[in-house]
Antibody, heavy 118, light 110 residues
Framework: QVQLVESGGGVVQPGGSLRLSCAAS????????MHWVRQAPGKGLEWVAF????????YYADSVKGRFTISRDNSKNTLFLQMNSLRAEDTAMYYC???????????WGQGTLVTVSS | QSALTQPPSASGSPGQSVTISCTGT?????????VSWYQQHPGKAPKLMIY???KRPSGVPDRFSGSKSGNTASLTVSGLQAEDEADYYC??????????FGGGTKLTVL
C-alpha cells in the first residue's frame, strides 16, 4: 500500500532554515511527480511546490519562490523541501502528495508541522 | 493567483443530497478540466474524492460526484451519511504550472 511519511518539521526562528523529507513506499516513486502542500493552523490548503518524476522541472507558488527548493532522490525514494528565509506566515502543517497528474494528489502523508517563531 | 471561492459551510440531513460550489475564473476553473476535490476530517490528511472534474478514484463511493459549468465547479454528495461530515476543498490547475485551492467548506450532517 502507498505510504508517505513526512519528517523534519519543528520550531525555527524567523530567517532560519529547515529541510523537510517525505519517505515514500508502496509504489514506484521514480515514476510519479510529487507535490508539497501546506495548511496553516485553522486555515485552508495552499499548494507549495511540484517536482516532476525525474526531477527535471520544479514549480513553485509565488509565496515561496526563491526561498524554498523542492528536490528528490529517486534512489532513496525520498522527496525533500529545503526552506530558507522562513517567515511567521510559513507556519503550517506540510504535506507531501503523490501526483499521477500535475493537477491532483491521490495519496497524502500525515504531515509534519513547521512553526516559525522567535 | 487568488484562492477559489467556496461557501464556508453547508449542511444536510442523513439521506439528503448537498452540493458544494467552487467558483474561479476563466484562468483556472473555467479554463481547464482539472478540478479536484478533497475531503479532510479533523486532524487528518486530505483524501482525494474527485479529480479532473468528475472522475472518482477507486474506493470513493459513487455518492460523490463532480461537475463543472463555466467558472464554477460543484461537488455533490448524495445519500448523506454521518461520516461525510468533514471539510471539503476544491483545487484547480491555474495555468503556468500552478495549482490553486479553495478556502474550504465545512459540511455538517444534521
Amino acid at each position: 500500500q502507498v505510504q508517505l511519511v513526512e519528517s523534519g518539521g519543528g520550531v525555527v526562528q524567523p530567517g532560519g532554515s529547515l529541510r523537510l523529507s517525505c519517505a515514500a513506499s508502496g509504489f514506484t516513486f521514480s515514476s510519479y511527480g510529487m507535490h508539497w502542500v501546506r495548511q496553516a493552523p485553522g486555515k485552508g490548503l495552499e499548494w507549495v511546490a511540484f517536482i516532476r518524476y525525474d526531477g527535471s522541472n520544479n514549480y513553485y507558488a509565488d509565496s515561496v519562490k526563491g526561498r524554498f527548493t523542492i528536490s528528490r532522490d529517486n534512489s532513496k525514494n525520498t522527496l525533500f523541501l529545503q526552506m530558507n528565509s522562513l517567515r511567521a506566515e510559513d507556519t503550517a502543517m506540510y504535506y507531501c502528495a503523490k501526483a499521477p497528474g500535475f493537477s491532483y494528489g491521490d495519496y497524502w502523508g500525515q504531515g509534519t508541522l513547521v512553526t516559525v517563531s522567535s | 493567483q487568488s484562492a477559489l471561492t467556496q461557501p464556508p459551510s453547508a449542511s444536510g440531513s442523513p439521506g439528503q443530497s448537498v452540493t458544494i460550489s467552487c467558483t474561479g475564473t476563466s484562468s483556472d476553473v473555467g479554463g481547464y478540466n482539472y478540478v479536484s476535490w478533497y475531503q479532510q476530517h479533523p486532524g487528518k490528511a486530505p483524501k482525494l474524492m474527485i479529480y479532473e472534474v468528475s472522475k472518482r478514484p477507486s474506493g470513493v463511493p459513487d455518492r460523490f460526484s463532480g461537475s463543472k459549468s463555466g467558472n464554477t465547479a460543484s461537488l455533490t454528495v448524495s445519500g448523506l451519511q454521518a461520516e461525510d461530515e468533514a471539510d471539503y476543498y476544491c483545487s484547480s490547475y491555474a495555468g503556468s504550472s500552478k495549482l490553486v485551492f479553495g478556502g474550504g467548506t465545512k459540511l455538517t450532517v444534521l
